[in-house]
């Protein structure tokens, strides 16, 4: 029986990573453009980093977490997500305490979820952490960024929902009339919003149980009960949404899954993708550090599911760059090997972008001519015993209708820099 991969737990494929390589160069480039750098942290933590960080009583930590013993008796766990891990390393290496900070990460993340398209157990994450920064300013500029990064990857049909959560103090006040409403409809609640009564009300809000929604639409809003500070703070965001002109909707249920947010939360949303439709989702933390054994200092984050980015780039048949060979290098008869491998080398050093593969494991012409077109080459350069005497290279078009010739090795270069501008357009 062969083995294989764990359920949940994809292999990208070649055919696959060139539009993963592309979105991830989008991302990161206009992170960089915004002051943000990169941070790597491991993907290992210690699991009570989550458990207090996440929340006890959260799914997350209940159902989802990927943890064990290790062989010194500690529980560990693989991140779930980026934020905690992010909080952690500015703690523990000093980088936020009484300082201003842009960082971002990415890798993958892992939840012991029910897989389905666009959600699996072990997914990637790219995301963006602000520490020390507590006005509606910076909440404004990461929206901005992330609506910069839809247009420069040619989406057009994701929408923006914002909502806030408030202090921490009118979130406790509002929790306390939240479990009033439901304890009052509590035969109507279904058994996973019956546990969550008393534990996380406010998840109850996010259920996706049809014959709940009339009962979840006329619950209190949270939006009715902010304090005065952030009531301003959420009317100033909006303002300043308003003279970007980006657009957004108010969404009073959208609370996220995560114990640690206050204030400003928000989503991307898309309807191509099912259910799974959330492709970016961040929002404000300021008690998150504190609460991880730091000094009080507000933040703000977001992560973007590649996963879920990638199937809506596919959907909307974006142009997939083009990894193919430039050029196939055919080598055959007694010496050509040596040479044609100094050649292949002295070509990259020449043209850096060049995409050129080398024929190894031999065979005559015709073989070689077979495997040269099946992969997509351009062109194939042609070294045999003639060509090496005469220090030249035949070059045969395998895409385009040009005639068969014969350059200098010198010329080579001249030849190629053609295709590389070709497979760029």
Request: net charge negative; charged share 20%; aromatic share 8%.
């Amino acid at each position: 029986m062969s083995i294989q991969s764990i359920r949940g737990m994809n292999d990208i494929l070649p055919t696959q990573t060139p539009v993963w390589q592309s979105v991830e160069n989008t991302l990161r480039s206009v992170l960089e453009s915004y002051g943000y750098q990169e941070i790597r942290m491991p993907l290992l933590e210690a699991t009570e980093l989550f458990s207090r960080s996440i929340g006890e009583v959260t799914d997350i930590v209940e159902k989802e977490m990927f943890t064990f013993i290790d062989r010194n008796g500690d529980s560990l766990t693989l991140r779930p997500e980026g934020t905690a891990s992010c909080v952690r390393a500015g703690i523990e290496h000093g980088l936020l305490y009484n300082q201003i900070q842009r960082l971002w990460y990415g890798g993958p993340m892992f939840r012991h979820e029910k897989p389905q398209q666009g959600r699996y157990r072990q997914f990637h994450q790219m995301g963006a952490e602000t520490y020390g920064l507590a006005g509606p300013d910076i909440d404004v500029e990461m929206i901005a960024m992330t609506a910069r990064l839809w247009r420069q990857l040619g989406l057009t049909d994701l929408q923006l929902q914002i909502n806030s959560l408030g202090s921490t103090a009118a979130r406790a006040a509002y929790r306390d009339q939240l479990v009033n409403y439901f304890s009052s409809h509590y035969n109507e609640l279904d058994e996973d919003s019956q546990r969550r009564l008393q534990t996380n009300p406010l998840r109850i809000l996010d259920s996706k149980n049809p014959n709940m929604q009339s009962l979840i639409d006329n619950a209190p809003l949270l939006l009715d009960h902010l304090d005065d500070e952030s009531q301003t703070h959420f009317a100033t965001l909006k303002t300043w949404l308003d003279e970007l002109g980006i657009p957004y909707q108010v969404n009073p249920r959208l609370v996220r899954g995560l114990d640690y947010y206050n204030r400003t939360v928000f989503e991307w949303v898309t309807q191509q993708l099912g259910a799974q439709g959330t492709v970016c989702a961040g929002g404000r933390y300021d008690s998150l550090v504190e609460q991880i054994g730091g000094r009080p200092t507000p933040a703000m984050g977001f992560a973007i599911g590649l996963e879920r980015l990638v199937l809506l780039l596919l959907h909307h048949q974006l142009q997939i760059p083009d990894k193919t060979p430039h050029a196939y290098l055919i080598m055959a008869g007694p010496g050509t090997l040596q040479q044609g491998l100094r050649l292949a080398e002295s070509l990259r050093d020449a043209l850096p972008h060049l995409r050129l593969l080398t024929h190894c494991g031999g065979g005559n012409f015709k073989s070689q001519f077979k495997r040269a077109d099946k992969s997509g080459a351009l062109v194939a350069l042609v070294l045999g015993e003639e060509e090496m005497a005469q220090h030249q290279v035949t070059l045969k078009y395998l895409r385009q209708e040009h005639p068969q010739l014969r350059v200098g090795l010198a010329e080579v270069v001249d030849y190629l820099k053609p295709l590389l501008q070709l497979s760029n357009e």
